[in-house]
């Protein structure tokens, strides 16, 4: 490659000192486990035997991760006019290229994200997962991490965590009202109030400092050079899968939005790729070329050496930048999570100085205690059974495609049905294309948002796709569960048939709410 002279790589020390004697007995452990499981209900083995699991593995169960509503009427109400005044600015979908608002806040609060070292993570798809996996590393390994995510599934609380949890709806208020002076300082000065994102990033970056963290854990909303989160300056930079999305603001190539997103990457960082198409790896190197960054490439300096479908998830063999990792059993479903956890992996080896500074490896039990103890809500996540539903928050042709993939690898239903409503800018059609293969009937309809795509307009792109007898129309998503649940229970073989709600991550938090998930 034309850049190769110029690039500095992170690679596998050839001496690893943490040893792996305990593997087979994890691993015999485990074979144990899916003996167990193979003679319950199979909607029940795929559920209660991963949980099992996990309990092995991580202790016991750590509760569902979506916040709920606040149980105390005075506090929700509290929390709701937050969220009435946040609403007011400007959404996440209109935006004004310029870092100048976010900057001009961090100013006057003193530059709260300067108080920690970051891992600042941008791409097309993957992100959340990765940043929780990333998150679930750090405290395993002691640290107290904050990390910053979006959008969220059913709270907005659940954008800003610390040591793992989203933090309360009074930490959450009582930070709003801290920076609240600041934010109308900032208004008062500049053309245009600051957005939506922009006042949730200030606030993110404002608890952790006040927390304090030992490390932040930050994804872009969009994009990555004049996304709100671009203030901080990443000693790590992640970029996980590249791909169309967001054309209209990003550009209409891979290239073009690598172009976008390669402004995380900062002078003299650690930059950790996922595997990218050679338009958009070309434009990463070299910009990592441009500031002296260092790389880590998933394929070349790290990756995943091998996968198992396991009870529950998978089980996973990675090689990261200090040497290879045996016996991991991550609990979320795909070839995809797989390659996130082989970045998060790397990412968290990199801040370490695992590569560089340091030949050595991580601790593998500890490894293997943090992928064990990772969810990712919404993401493959079974919610019910008899018959199975699963909510996906795949919005976009690539992810849909991972997604369909990987049901189709964890679950192997005889019988699937859809329920998919889709945001109103996103390529449906692609989406729908990507599903397909994988479902015998969809049942379109509308999430509660401002933002989803007409569910006559769905419908017709559907009908196009799988034709007009595997279409349903269901505008109220109650009706749509509870029609794809009716259709899923014709399959003769009880057990053989499921449910996957997706299109959209919106759709997911309204299913997840009406089938009391929280």
Known sequence: MVLSAGLRRLGPVSDPSDPRDHADEHADDFDDLVDEATNRDPDLAVIEAGSRTLRTQAGPPQGDPVPTRPEDPELDKALREVETELSTRWGETKLEPSVKRIAALMDVLGEPQRAYPSIHITGTNGKTSTARMIESLL??????????????????????????????????????????????????????????????????????????????????????????????????????????????????????????????????????????????????????????????????????????????????????????????????????????????????????????????????????????????????????????????????????????????????????VGVVSTSGEKDTRGLLEAFEPIFAEIVVTQNSTSRATDVDALAAVAVEVFGEDRVVVEPR?????ETAITLAEEEAEYGGAGVLVTGSIFTVGDARLLLKRG
Request: glycine residues 10%; aromatic residues 6%.
């Open 139 to 416: 405290g395993a390994f002691e640290l107290r991490t904050g990390r910053y995510t979006s959008p969220h599934v059913q709270t907005v609380t659940e954008r800003i965590s610390l040591d793992g949890a989203p933090i309360s709806a009074e930490r959450f208020i009582e930070t709003y009202q801290d920076v609240k002076p600041y934010v109308e300082l900032v208004d008062a000065r500049e053309e245009y109030r600051l957005s939506f994102f922009e006042v949730l990033t200030g606030m993110a970056y404002a608890a952790f400092a006040d927390a304090p963290v030992d490390a932040a854990v930050v994804e872009v909303g969009m994009g990555g050079t004049w996304d709100a989160t671009n203030v901080i300056d990443g000693s790590v930079a992640v970029v996980t899968p590249i791909d169309l999305d967001h054309t209209d603001r990003l550009g209409e190539t891979t290239g073009a939005i690598a172009g976008e997103k390669s402004g995380i990457i900062k002078q003299g960082a650690t930059v950790v790729l996922a595997q990218q198409p050679v338009d958009a790896a070309q434009v990463l190197l070299k910009k990592a070329v441009e500031v002296d960054a260092t790389v880590a490439r998933e394929g070349m300096e790290f990756g995943v050496v091998s996968r198992e479908v396991a009870v529950g998830g998978q089980l996973l063999t990675l090689r990261g930048l200090g040497g290879e990792y045996d016996g991991i059993f991550l609990p979320l479903h795909g070839a995809h999570q797989a390659h996130n956890a082989a970045v998060a992996l790397a990412a968290v080896e990199a801040f370490f100085g695992i590569g560089a500074e340091h030949a050595r490896s991580l601790d593998v039990e500890t490894v293997r205690r943090a992928f064990a103890q990772t969810s990712s809500p919404g993401r493959l996540e079974v919610v019910r059974s008899s018959p199975t539903v699963i909510l996906d928050a795949a919005h976009n042709p690539h992810g849909a495609r991972a997604t369909a993939e990987a049901v189709s690898e964890a679950f192997g239903f005889s019988r699937l």
């Open 477 to 481: 998503l109650p009706d749509a569960l």
